[in-house]
């Protein structure tokens, strides 16, 4: 399999713009998710040398959400992000003498949710938006109007 010929397909499907009607209800879904991962070597100085910790790790992080239109002209939506990681540090055999473990695991239990989003445009010119962060238990609620002058 060419990786390249497959990213570029990949790309494809992905900006295809997907949008459907239910109900006369114009539903357009969000998704964008990043990712990461590698090795890199952590130098620590010690008396007696220089050794490395061996640090493997993937992470990922992303929203998924939909924004909709009403025929009525009432536009509102909502999202859900989160991220996953996890790694590996390996401690060579001079830091186990001063109690490191040969190797430690890290990461997330499966993928944290970091924020739940929703919005509400409505054709009278209000405007309502919120959010709340499970990890913090903080919430956000905002209410405006557009008033043309």
């Not at 998704?31 to 991962?37: A, D, E, H, M, N």
């Not at 536009?75 to 996890?86: I, R």
């Not at 010119?125 to 109007?145: C, F, H, Q």
């Amino acid at each position: 399999m060419d990786l390249n010929k497959f990213s570029e397909s990949l790309k494809e499907k992905i900006n295809i713009p997907l949008r459907f009607d239910v109900g006369g209800i114009s539903i357009q879904p969000k998704i964008y998710i990043q990712g990461s991962g590698g090795v890199n070597n952590i130098p620590v100085d010690l008396p007696e040398g220089n050794t490395e910790i061996i640090n493997s790790n993937i992470g990922a992080s992303g929203k998924v959400g939909f924004d909709a239109l009403t025929k009525s002209g009432y536009n509102f939506g909502a999202g859900l992000s989160g991220n996953y990681s996890k790694g590996l540090l390996e401690f060579p055999e001079e830091l186990q003498k001063f109690g490191a473990l040969p190797v430690q695991k890290y990461g997330t239990r499966g993928i944290d949710l970091n924020r739940i989003d929703a919005y509400l445009n409505a054709p009278s010119g209000l405007n309502l938006r919120g959010s709340y962060e499970p990890k913090t238990e903080d919430y956000s609620v905002r209410a405006g109007i557009k008033v043309p002058f």
